[in-house]
């Protein structure tokens, strides 16, 4: 008699029989969610009472966190989703003809190459971070001391495309119109050709020196006596914005509003975007109105992303609105040294920082 052969997959398919090499193993259900008294100390977020992932996930564990309800996902989606937002638009202005006609690798452009790796690396680096945290301790201190040092990085980068696109066409930085403006104002007959050259030659060495200084602080701000991080990260995150004071004054002393509506509208709500941001991450509003309400979706850790992403996007606007008149009649050609050799110093410099706070004995004994 004819017996037929089991089907792949049948033969073995009795409760206590092993399963076939060639068969797939199920899939490894998701591991559950933690409260905020299951994980370590340096895990948990003030109000934020669940929504937390285990230690010592899997990469792979991490990346598919980005598709489940934590407490970190809409941290993540809320800067990666601005991360290919903002790709798509530089990639508009180097490579389809977005700043005139110039190719990508004009030196005209090398600010504007600056800017672009510090909004690109601030963006990329806190969705690393925000992901991968729960890798191990070490790593996830790690992550936020680099996503510290890109915020540092930025606020440099900027503080170059300003001292380029949108600083020698302010009449505060002109010793001629300053002259002119105090002498009709205040009756005074003063020079302001030393004062105006002194400060062009400064800029960029003081927003470097803040830049590593802002670093420091907040990698600082992560040791056990800090007794008020999210405060002194905000402050020291607002440092560099120091650096964009001409403008300020501009519109203080002179018609900036009229001259140069664009980037006085844009610039003013740059400002609101952030002070709006700066509010809900040392508020922690709305979590500590109603904790655990928030911890998956709407607490102010996603809130200060989304405000930080607004102000970044005016900036962008007004950057490129200075860009466009400073290639009309550029005052001086950017060098190679004073743009990218500024920007791979700093980075040089942070990493340093880094290695100096990942080295500190406290931190290796919690891994």
Known sequence: MQTTAPRRGVENSSPGAAPRRDQAPPPPPSAPLLRWDEVPDDFVECFILSGYRRLHCSAQECLASVLQPTNETLNFWTHFIPLLLFLSKFCRLFFLSGAGELPFHHPLLLPLWCYASGVLLTFAMSCTAHVFSCL?????????????????????????????????????????????????????????????????????????????????????????????PFAI??????????????????????????????????????????????????SKIPERIQPELFDIIGHSHQLFHIFTFLSIYDQMYYLEEGLLQFLKSPPASPTFLGTIGYMLLLMLCLGMVIRKFLNVADLCKQD
């Open 136 to 228: 191990s301790l070490r790593l996830r201190a790690a992550f936020f001391y680099l996503d510290y040092a890109s915020i540092s990085y930025y606020g440099f980068a900027s503080t170059v495309a300003y001292s380029y696109y949108l600083l020698p066409g302010l009449r505060l930085l002109d010793a001629r119109a300053m002259s002119r403006y105090l002498q009709q104002r205040l009756g005074w007959q003063l020079d302001c050709s030393l004062p105006i050259a002194l400060y062009s030659a400064l800029v960029l060495p003081v927003a470097f020196v803040l830049a590593v200084t802002c670093t420091v602080a907040c990698c600082k701000s992560r040791s056990e006596w800090c007794a008020y």
């Open 233 to 282: 990260r905000t402050f020291v995150f607002a440092m560099p914005l120091s650096m964009a004071c001409p403008i300020m004054l501009e519109s203080f002393l002179f018609d900036l509003r009229g001259q140069n509506p664009t980037l006085f509208l844009y610039f003013y709500r740059r400002y609101f975007w952030l002070l709006v941001a700066a509010f809900f991450n040392i």
